[in-house]
């Protein structure tokens, strides 16, 4: 990531904004979910009394809103057909993983009983 677009709340609203105004997943730092996970860290570490402190919150709040927005927009993008899903992120694709893995068991166990052929799962 080039030291101008160094992880800051101005950043990432336009990193969302882009991502929102195309149907595919945009390609983005690879390393973009460390650098937002390490600035959050020092954003909670930073200890500030008062209206300083509102503040902080009201950052740490709207990146984790962000953040949170952003992942979901690219793993509901990334389910579409014709999804480019060799720009996903490592996190995302472990995400995406979980998905799949849960569809084939999904499929498994009501195959297996719409065939009438109960599934153990004591057997596994």
Known sequence: MSQQNEININYLHR?????????IVQEIDSDLYNLI??????LKNEKHD?????????????IIDITSTLLK?????????????????????????SSAEMAERRETILSGILRGEPHSLDSR
């Not at 996970?37 to 020092?42: A, E, T």
């Not at 008062?50 to 950052?59: C, D, R």
């Open 15 to 23: 990193l969302a904004l882009q991502e929102l105004e195309t149907d």
């Open 37 to 42: 996970s390490k600035f959050l860290k020092n």
């Open 73 to 97: 927009l690219r793993l509901e993008k990334a389910t579409l057909k014709n999804s480019n899903k060799s720009v996903l992120l490592d996190e995302e694709k472990y995400i995406l993983d």
């Open 50 to 62: 008062g209206i300083e402190g509102k503040l902080n919150q009201a950052m740490i709040d709207m």
